[in-house]
């Protein structure tokens, strides 16, 4: 049965398709009442409005295309539309003896996945977080939260879920970037992002079959018209007294070629808690990103490269000397180091450097197929600097150099009422990890493979009814140098289970060579229903299949930026997620809610877990080792938009995941608490565009964890005397606001300055977060205060 089913699914996606595009849209009168039984004509299809004056006319294709809306009684519509996406057009039809109406574009949609819910953030939004992290920018999505490693160290989770459960897409390709460790942002620029789209959970099959949390979907800025335009925004903050500028230049002309400039620079110091300097917190970053793209009558050949490069302090207290000091810190909940304030950068610190260069070509062979191929190459080069001495005072702890080669074939194409896709991509990485540190490296050298297959369908069974499917097919292979002492091997338990990895002896430490071979199946299935009332559903079932990464294998060693010693294991097992979402929109004239359950069941779900303390040449670490369990995540997200008043509105979001240990019967740790978020926002563009905001972020204690503490022996009185380390407990729960406000100001025809000024945390809240792994050692950030100018031209 298994097999037969598996050639129906292989057959069905196998076909290979092409998007379509959907124009939607309700007929009025001039007061607002429906219209029904208009006439609609675009292009070569036509269709009637129904009792309500909603209509639907689905699989046109892309390009310009004449309009024709009638009614007897009304004077007719006749316009021409760029159609380049989904459209949503509403037409007010005037009585015969009046002046039409012009023709009003809404909203424009281009789905990744038909019945998965796809959350955007505007480009007024990601302006607004110029001078910050694509994590603390994607935390304007309910059920999107962050984990942090200090003030400037943050990566996105979503419902629960991070790191490599979340891949980061940049331009169609995914970001490979060492993003296995905890206190590895993302390498990315949020200034060279023309859109970024969240998917909650694994139905993105086109990007891979490991996305058990969901995929963030980054779009650079697109110019389709003859224009040169740009802008340049400058940033200032007064938490870390430093800023950002970022400049950029798009370009576009009527013989086919467009391109595309973009450089930032950041430069900040210490952050400051309400009462203390945290110490050694200051960053640097550089980043450009530019294009160059032709269109010709069948065909568009893009080029483009990114750099992003960055020095990050990691707080000078988060690395202690002994046991003694590290449990006081934690047990007294505050910093072993305050020092004055400075924008200089000493170790430990982090030295990154990402570069990403692709080639794509889109063939189009007629209205309703195209070819998709893109090769990309990434270099990615980390330094991770700890506390030493001597000649090894500027030599980094942790040197590696991750090469990834990828190529991916996409072919799409419309086939009566289904809409297929299929393609393919392969990937060929390399990461070398550098001897001449001195230090046996936390992750080794090692190779990896990965082919991949996928066939996606949906089709209309109606004009309010749309179903899709999806299947992938993924091989994984992965090959390490590693030496490991044969104390650890023993005490890892590999002996017996491993010995065939065994190169040859050297000294106290066995030379191995692990491989491991992975071959997944992922899957997608849900439908997208739209009801006349305004109500949209969407419901989505996701299998997905993400292999143990270097680090859950191979890590053994200090890690230096976060400063614990983490123990990978051999003995892992990858980790299959099966995942049930659904989503209910509602809208009405001047109120949205948008309602979104979901439950996760993760079988061999990993995870890194405290067990002691252990003392280095270099002082006392906590002890973390990767562990695996069976593991159910439930939750729920939640967002409204009120507009109260034409100049005022309101939105409010919750966000609660409840995340289960089945087999030890416990809590998961690092689960995100319930969080909620209000802001009311008063807007009046006669003043100038005057926007003003006061936002409310409330969040919750964390009162769903596991017992982890364990017992270390501290030195009192010259002896040793056993302790124990509430390395579990989170912290309290806490309250901030924040104010924005901006005007815009027109200085000639074609260009524009708007001034911004943001308050960040206003009433200085001392608080630690709970998904901060340097919350045993600090607080977090006090009051910042920002100011903003933004230029366009």
């Known amino acids: 049965m298994q097999k037969n089913s598996f050639i129906f699914f292989f057959s069905l996606f196998a076909?290979?398709?092409f998007s379509q595009n959907t124009v939607r849209g309700k007929i009025t009168n001039q007061n607002g009442a429906p219209l029904s039984g208009s006439?609609?004509?675009?292009?070569?299809?036509?269709?009637?409005?129904?009792?309500?004056?909603?209509?639907?006319?689905?699989?046109?294709?892309?390009?310009?295309?004449?309009?024709?809306?009638?009614?007897?009684?009304?004077?007719?519509?006749?316009?021409?539309?760029?159609?380049?996406?989904?459209?949503?057009?509403?037409?007010?039809?005037?009585?015969?003896?009046?002046?039409l109406k012009e023709v009003v574009i809404k909203e424009k949609a281009n789905s990744v996945n038909i019945s998965v819910l796809e959350q955007k953030i505007k480009g007024e939004t990601i302006e607004k977080y110029s001078n910050q992290t694509l994590g603390e920018l994607l935390k304007n999505i309910p059920g999107v939260s962050s984990l942090k490693t200090g003030s400037t160290v943050v990566k996105p989770v979503i419902n629960g879920l991070f790191g490599s459960r979340v891949p980061v897409i940049n331009n169609s390709v995914r970001l490979e970037d060492q993003q296995w460790g905890t206190e590895h942002a993302p390498n990315f620029d949020t200034n060279a992002a023309g859109k970024i789209t969240v998917i909650k959970g694994a139905s993105g099959l086109q990007y891979g079959g490991d996305a058990v949390g969901g995929l963030v979907i980054i779009s650079p800025v697109a110019v389709t018209k003859d224009t040169l335009y740009g802008k340049t925004i400058l940033n200032y903050a007064s938490n870390g007294r430093g800023g950002s500028i970022s400049s950029s230049l798009h370009k576009g002309n009527d013989k086919g070629w467009s391109w595309n400039a973009l450089t930032t620079y950041k430069y900040m110091?210490?952050?400051?808690?309400?009462?203390?300097?945290?110490?050694n917190t200051g960053n640097r970053e550089f980043n450009f990103f530019g294009d160059v793209k032709y269109s010709g009558a069948q065909y568009d050949l893009t080029t483009s490269y990114s750099l992003y490069s960055t020095t990050i302090g990691i707080l000078r207290a988060s690395h202690t000397g002994n046991v003694n000091d590290l449990f006081n810190s934690i047990t007294n909940k505050a910093p072993s180091v305050v020092a004055d304030f400075t924008h200089d950068i000493g170790n430990p610190k982090q030295e990154v450097q990402h570069h990403l260069a692709t080639t794509h070509l889109n063939y189009y062979f007629d209205e309703t197929a195209s070819l998709s191929l893109q090769y990309a190459f990434q270099f990615n080069k980390r330094k991770e600097f700890d506390l030493r001495r001597?000649?090894?005072?500027?030599?980094?702890?942790?040197?590696?150099?991750?090469?990834?080669?990828?190529?991916?074939a996409d072919y799409k194409k419309v086939v009566h009422d289904w809409i297929v896709k299929s393609g393919g991509s392969a990937s060929f990485q390399n990461n070398f990890a550098n001897p001449a540190t001195g230090v046996q490296p936390l992750i080794p050298s090692y190779t990896k493979i990965e082919l991949g297959a996928y066939g996606i369908a949906s089709y209309d069974w109606s004009d309010t009814f749309t179903v899709d499917a999806g299947l992938r097919y993924d091989f994984y292979q992965l090959q390490a140098t590693k030496f490991y002492s044969k104390s650890r091997w023993i005490e890892r338990g590999f002996t017996t289970l491993f010995d065939h990895?065994?190169?040859?002896?050297?000294?106290?430490?066995?030379?191995?060579?692990?491989?491991?071979?992975?071959?997944?199946?992922?899957?997608?299935?849900?439908?997208?229903?739209?009801?006349?009332?305004?109500l949209d559903w969407y419901f989505n079932l996701s299998l997905a299949n993400r292999n143990p990464n270097p680090s859950e294998f191979f890590s053994?060693?200090?890690?230096?930026?976060?400063?614990?010693?983490?123990?990978?294991?051999?003995?892992?097992?990858?980790?299959?997620?099966?995942?049930?979402?659904?989503?209910?929109?509602?809208?009405?004239?001047?109120?949205?809610?948008?309602?979104?359950?979901?439950?996760?069941?993760?079988?061999?779900?990993?995870?890194?877990r405290p067990i002691a303390f252990e003392t280095t040449i270099r002082g006392a670490f906590p002890v973390w080792e990767y562990q695996q369990t069976n593991a159910r995540l439930t939750g729920i997200d939640f967002q409204s938009h009120w507009k109260i008043k034409p100049n005022w509105q309101y939105d409010f979001n919750l966000a609660y995941v409840r995340g289960k240990d089945l087999t030890n019967r416990t809590s998961l740790i690092d689960i995100p608490p319930l969080n909620l978020g209000n802001t009311i926002q008063f807007a009046k563009k006669a003043w100038h565009h005057f926007k003003a905001e006061l936002k409310s972020e409330m969040v919750f204690r964390q009162n769903h964890f596991p017992?982890?503490?364990?017992?270390?022996?501290?030195?009192?009185?010259?002896?040793?005397?056993?302790?124990?380390?509430?390395?579990?407990?989170?912290?309290?729960?806490?309250?901030?606001?924040?104010?924005?406000?901006?005007?815009?100001?027109?200085?000639?025809?074609?260009?524009?300055?708007?001034?911004?000024?943001?308050?960040?945390?206003m009433f200085n809240t001392t608080y630690r977060d709970y998904l901060n792994r340097q919350r045993f050692f600090a607080d977090e950030m006090g009051r910042n205060i920002q100011i903003q100018l933004k230029f366009n031209y």
């Not at 400063?563 to 294991?569: A, K, R, Y």
């Open 501 to 534: 990895f065994i190169v040859r002896e050297q000294g106290n430490q066995w030379l191995t060579k692990p491989e491991f071979n992975f071959h997944n199946l992922s899957a997608s299935l849900g439908f997208h229903k739209t009801f006349e009332t305004n």
């Open 39 to 99: 006439h609609i004509h675009i292009g070569t299809k036509s269709v009637s409005s129904n009792d309500t004056g909603i209509y639907f006319i689905k699989r046109l294709p892309s390009g310009v295309t004449k309009v024709h809306v009638s009614y007897i009684g009304y004077k007719s519509i006749d316009t021409v539309l760029t159609i380049k996406g989904d459209v949503v057009l509403d037409f007010a039809l005037q009585p015969q003896m009046d002046e």
């Open 556 to 608: 053994d060693g200090l890690h230096h930026s976060t400063g614990i010693i983490e123990l990978g294991d051999l003995g892992l097992q990858k980790e299959q997620s099966l995942k049930i979402a659904t989503s209910f929109i509602k809208k009405w004239d001047q109120l949205s809610i948008e309602i979104s359950p979901f439950l996760n069941q993760i079988q061999n779900f990993m995870f890194l």
């Open 269 to 279: 110091g210490d952050r400051e808690a309400p009462n203390y300097v945290l110490s």
């Open 390 to 408: 001597g000649d090894f005072r500027n030599r980094p702890a942790l040197d590696l150099e991750l090469a990834t080669h990828s190529f991916n």
């Open 15 to 17: 076909v290979i398709g």
């Open 707 to 761: 017992d982890n503490n364990f017992v270390a022996n501290v030195i009192e009185n010259n002896s040793l005397v056993p302790v124990l380390v509430d390395i579990s407990t989170p912290p309290q729960g806490y309250h901030l606001l924040h104010f924005y406000s901006e005007m815009k100001f027109k200085t000639t025809t074609s260009s524009s300055v708007t001034a911004a000024f943001f308050v960040q945390n």
